[in-house]
């Protein structure tokens, strides 16, 4: 029922912002539907312009991604992503990233998506703040908690330029339920075994809640898209996304 | 019936009329639930009431919509949050043509082509008569289901004015720019959100404006506190304060905004709030109490140059324009069909389904206290939902149509409203997606 009834936008919208969307076209029209990419509130769209935007677009998806916007709560930040979605000439694939995931799953239930992406989810409560007092207790604890460079990067990243461009932002609450995704689109969960903040057991329940197994890429750490190993998610995502649309059409 | 080898078989889809905003979410809808679907369109394009180079949109240059965005919105696809409260016409037209767009629905839509009848043919399938709007032959095919997405907004009804007039007559559908009212003496009939836009902008362009209601109504704000009024009254409703208390808030609430309208000479409303659809105009009783709308009672006759008003008095008016409605129009089903009674109105479930063809239902023909693509939104994935339990589980299906389809009215709505055609399809819109929503669950997937 509270599918039908939305009282909170009815009678309280989120105000609107100016957003940051970063984009990577593509030459021509209908070819891909384009894709959206949401990172965590610490991160911003630059995270996926380093690579995978580019990366994409190269193989003909036009890329966006959203910077969320400064101290908002998980309603304002699905708010920002269905809008954004919205906003693009066709229907979108939505990819989150961290706690943008979070925020991508709760879009689902609001937004028909093409299909969607979770990389690397916090979207499990305790087992991801069970993980992250283990690697980074101090940094955990904070009101705005600060992830680490051991969390984040593995080595041989330049981690201290891209720390620097992070923002510490309030952790998001994360509700008892995750809605189911409005006009059923296929849904894909990528990680890695290895990263600090999501355990691998999360991972399977986070896949395992959308009918699927996690697709893991070891030795990589929680930012993938940053990663030294960057280019062999994102052209998994793009090879599992080819092979879904011409499945549905 | 037999077949006949011009009828083209179009098997498991579903034929669905009218493009316009409740068509739009119709098609999509059905394609998300795994249908095919065929949409046929009179117009050249999208849009249908919103799109003003229609000749039978019944939009004025100046329209602004009285439902505010949120609550006017697709709630799967949101207007872009930096538009206005009430955005103008043009920009639901630019809303629904994006909307078509983002959703591809358009390589799912004939042009340029009515249907002219759907009979039903046995089965549950339909024969649709379809016929180029520019001329030309028409065709048959037959369908899985006919969804009719017509509108109820572009049949003008006009009153039966007795007498001769002899300056010019016309309904408001016929009203689309300003300059039509410029130094003119105007009488505009009717108290509906057309009529009480009109007789404001004629107050701006023409030198007499007389305003005849044939009732007392409660002229909402468009904004109270600085909020949308709707916003602040579904705030009410969230609250789930009883009918009582609600409508004795809105009685304070106007009597602190509007304030008392009778000093004007309106009459009082012989009803009680809530009881007959909102009218939300900030700017009629500035135009009031500024002389430059003179309210006057119900017209009795014409008589040359002269109106003969209720009052007895007498006016001379150069234009009289008739904001009297419009009627809901379905030419090309059988009246049995949809329960049509002799004066036109159709009796279906929800205001959307066929009591006796399952396979036939219409989307859109609500009037509701708040916008109404949420509800044809929802009212679209009910019959979406609908007609695939009665392609997958054809026992179930019959169960829940078994349990449904008697159910009057008076079942899921309890609204009080005053007794004329506008109010034949009057929504409350919690109540009607609560009973969708009960609905939905009813046909939920068992997993
Ligand atoms: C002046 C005015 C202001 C309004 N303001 C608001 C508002 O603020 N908020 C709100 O929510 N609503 C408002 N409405 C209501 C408005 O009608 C709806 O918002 C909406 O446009 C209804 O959409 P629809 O698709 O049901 O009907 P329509 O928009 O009328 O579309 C029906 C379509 O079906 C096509 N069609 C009909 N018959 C056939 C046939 N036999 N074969 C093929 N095609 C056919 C028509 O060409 C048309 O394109 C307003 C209405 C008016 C008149
Ligand atoms: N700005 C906007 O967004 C906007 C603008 C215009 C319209 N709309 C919507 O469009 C729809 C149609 O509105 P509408 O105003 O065109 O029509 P409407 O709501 O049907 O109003 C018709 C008006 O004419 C009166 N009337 C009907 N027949 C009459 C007769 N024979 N003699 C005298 N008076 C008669 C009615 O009186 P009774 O009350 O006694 O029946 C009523 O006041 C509504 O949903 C409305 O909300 C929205």
Known sequence: ?249 | MHDTPDIADRRDAVCVIGAGASGLATIKNLREHGFAVDCYERETSVGGAWNWRHDRSPVYANTHLISSRPLTEFPDFPMPDNWPDYPHHSQLLSYLERYAKHFGLGEHIWFGTEVVSAVPVGDGRWDVTTRSTGGGSSRVQRYAAVIAANGHNWSPAKPDIPGDFKGQVIHSAQYKDPAQLRNRKVLVIGGGNTGCDIAVEAAQQATTVWHSTRRGYWYAPKYIAGRPADQVNDRLLKWRLPLKMRQWIYRRTLALTTGDLSRYGLPAPDHRPYESHPIVNSQLPYYLGHGRIKPVPDVTRFAGGRVELADGRGIDPDLVITATGYAPRFEFLGPELIGTEGDGRPDLHLHAFARKHPTLAVVGLLQPDAGLLPLAHWQSVAVARWLQLRREDPVRAAAVQQKESARPVSSWSRRQVVDTRRHWFEVDHIAYLKSVGELLHEMEPAT
């Open chain 1, 1 to 249: 029922m509270t599918d039908l009834l939305r009282f909170d936008d009815w009678t309280s919208p989120v105000p609107p912002v100016e957003r940051e969307v970063l984009s990577r076209l593509v030459e021509g029209e209908d070819g891909q539907p384009p894709l959206l990419f949401v990172p965590g509130p610490g991160l911003g769209a630059w995270a996926f312009a380093e690579h995978w935007l580019a990366h994409a677009a190269g193989r003909g998806f036009p890329a966006h991604a959203l910077t969320p916007r400064a101290d908002g709560g998980l309603r304002a930040h699905v708010h920002d992503v269905v809008q954004t979605a919205a906003s693009l000439p066709r229907q979108a694939v939505l990819i989150g990233h961290g706690a943008g995931a979070l925020v991508v799953s709760r879009a689902l239930g609001r937004y028909p998506a093409r299909a969607a992406v979770l990389v690397a989810p916090v979207m499990d409560r305790w087992a991801t703040l069970g993980a992250a007092l283990k690697a980074n207790p101090f940094g955990t604890l904070r009101s705005r908690p600060r992830l680490n460079r051991k969390q984040l990067f593995s080595d041989g990243v330049d981690a201290e330029a891209y720390l620097a461009r992070m923002a510490f932002s309030r952790r998001l609450t994360v509700p008892k339920e995750t809605p189911r995704p409005v006009g059923r689109p296929p849904v894909l969960v990528v990680g890695s075994p290895d990263d600090r903040v999501v355990p691998r057991k999360s991972l399977d329940r986070v896949a395992t809640h959308y009918g699927g197994a996690p697709l893991l890429f070891p030795g990589m750490a929680h930012a993938l898209m940053l990663d030294t190993g960057w280019p062999e998610p994102i052209d998994a995502i793009l090879d599992w996304l080819t092979k879904e649309l011409s499945a549905g059409s």
